[in-house]
């Protein structure tokens, strides 16, 4: 299901740069270079389906070309949604997911559990964070893939108009 759009490193040897990701993922993969700008993920973040759960007041689009860019990080998608991965030290990424209408519930699930087990084997991987902010509980991670509730906290962010808290997962 998942399609490496970038990627730092390979396989076997987690200390060597590569240009293109050459791993099976899943079922599906597509070789990407790492250059890429992702414009499937970047579509689907900023779909209007997707778009007002994933950004603060004032913000009408979401640049991720840098984010991309940048070897510490990962986006894997589907052709549904996908994820990206942003480092946040070594070891450790802050998880940012995103699926269509048409691609939320199961097909998301499958390609979650393939996401991690990707980022836990082929990387330095070794914890994932998240948040789901309160006014989209649609968004917290799936059971069953090891998250665990760390802390909610009110206020967080402005979205709508509305202070919004969040609950952060690990």
Sequence with gaps: IINALHGGRSGGDRNKRTRCITNKIGSVHRPVCSGCSGSIIVSIFNDESVLPYVVFDGIDSIDLSEVIADEANYALA????????????????????????????????????EAAFWMFTRTDCMEILTLTPEDNPRARPFAGLGFAEQISRENDFVRKGQRIGATYYA
């Design 78 to 113: 589907t052709e549904h949604g996908g994820f990206i991965f942003y480092r946040q030290q070594p070891a450790i990424y802050h998880l940012h997911t995103a699926f269509l209408p048409a691609g939320r519930g199961k097909h998301a699930y499958r390609a979650a559990q």
